[in-house]
């Protein structure tokens, strides 16, 4: 349980001009914790807070109008402007909701919304901070900014107000009896004058009774009127909101369709090019150009040994000082090329087998 809230603290006032800070902390101590003490020694008054409500009604309850210092106190609740009155709000806002929106300014003692003989939500509240700052700041950035509770646009209105004792209203002692008018007369005197009483019919009281009644109940017509007109107008903003935002929701989703099409194209010029390029650089086996990957694939297969068979060891030989392989007992040749090629170089091996073989008998001859 909080300690040192709000509606805890005390004003004291007609103290001494002698009375210290620490005796009216003992004064109250037999009470409860007491924390905050302020004394204002210019205007002989004092303010202080109790740990728990409780104990503030008690101690204001025994220590009202009793002596101190040869002085008579006064013992009051301070009023406190840490209270924010909070108008416009959703009917689905609960009093827990409200104080979760506004705890964001700083500690809430209490967070209530107002509600009508059905339970039903009348779009008011208040909510009591624990500190002055905090409702202030609270006030100044509702005020100065359109701050939603629920997903309806609906702004809370504020108003900074101050915390009313209801349980105590006005006591008769509290009356201020020196206040005076332009007539130099007493407020309080001239007031109590005359007591309660019922107009005579057809006399003075009544006719200007009939009228100020006339006149309230005139305003409380325009008042409901007033109050008709804003919530129809309240209602065509709200369909006019909602369709502006459907209109937004609905461009945007545009927007992004757009750009994933303008994406999608792109990719697709992307692939278009890249396919392009493909066949220019790679082909022959497989797709690729100039068969030089097909090649690296196919080395090792087309790596031949090609051997002329039936050929006589002795007419073997290239000769010395030529670049023929010798294909006595057999020729030999490795070709890393192409299966093509080596068709043609072993056709060529043979050819100049025989023009060799042809030389030698014309030489015999």
């Known amino acids: 349980m909080k300690k040192f ?20 902390k003992n004064l109250f101590s037999t009470y409860g914790e007491v924390d905050e003490v302020f004394v204002n020694r210019e205007k002989n008054f004092a ?51 409200l104080e979760l929106a506004f705890g964001i300014f700083g500690d809430i003692e209490r967070a ?16 009591d901070f624990t500190r ?22 609906r702004p809370v209105i504020t108003e900074i107000g101050e915390m009313c004792e209801m349980d105590e209203g ?33 006399s003075f009281e009544e006719e200007y009774g009939d009228k100020c009644k006339a006149i309230m109940k005139e305003f409380k017509g ?14 065509q903003l709200q369909t006019k909101m909602e369709i502006a935002r459907y209109d937004y929701e609905t461009e945007m989703l545009r927007q992004q369709l757009r750009q994933r099409e303008l994406d999608q194209e792109r990719h697709k010029m992307e692939y278009e090019t890249h396919m392009q390029r493909v ?19 196919q080395q090792p297969m087309e790596t031949q040994k090609l051997q002329l068979v039936g050929m006589d060891h002795s007419e073997g030989g290239g ?24 068709a043609y170089y072993f056709s060529f091996a043979l050819s100049i087998h025989t023009q060799k073989k042809n030389q030698k008998k014309n030489d015999d001859i």
């Open 279 to 297: 066949p220019r650089n790679f082909g022959g086996v497989g797709g690729f150009s100039n068969g030089s990957v097909g090649r690296q694939q």
């Open 47 to 97: 303010f202080l807070k109790l740990d728990f409500r409780t104990n503030a009604e008690r101690a204001r309850a025994e220590l009202d109008q009793t002596q101190m210092k040869n002085r008579m106190i006064k013992v009051r609740f301070a009023p406190a402007t840490v209270r924010v009155k909070v108008k416009n709000l959703n009917p689905m806002v609960s009093n827990e909701l």
């Open 170 to 202: 006005l006591l008769e002692m509290n009356l201020p009896r020196r206040e005076y008018r332009r007539g130099r007369e007493l407020d309080y005197h001239k007031a109590r004058e005359i007591g309660p009483r019922f107009a005579e019919e057809g």
């Open 222 to 235: 325009k008042e409901i009127a007033m109050k008709e007109e804003l919530e129809k107008e309240l209602e």
């Open 112 to 127: 209530l919304v107002f509600v009508d003989d059905k339970g039903k939500s009348v779009g008011e509240g208040i909510v």
């Open 319 to 342: 000769g010395e000082g030529t670049n023929a392989p010798n294909l006595g007992g057999g020729f030999i040749y490795k070709q890393e090329l192409g299966s093509n090629k080596i």
């Open 5 to 24: 809230l709000a509606n805890t603290r005390l004003y004291i006032g007609n103290i001494a001009p002698e009375v210290s800070e620490l005796e009216i």
């Open 132 to 153: 002055k700052n905090n409702a202030a700041l609270a006030h100044k950035f509702c005020t100065e900014k359109c701050f939603f509770i629920t997903s309806d646009l």
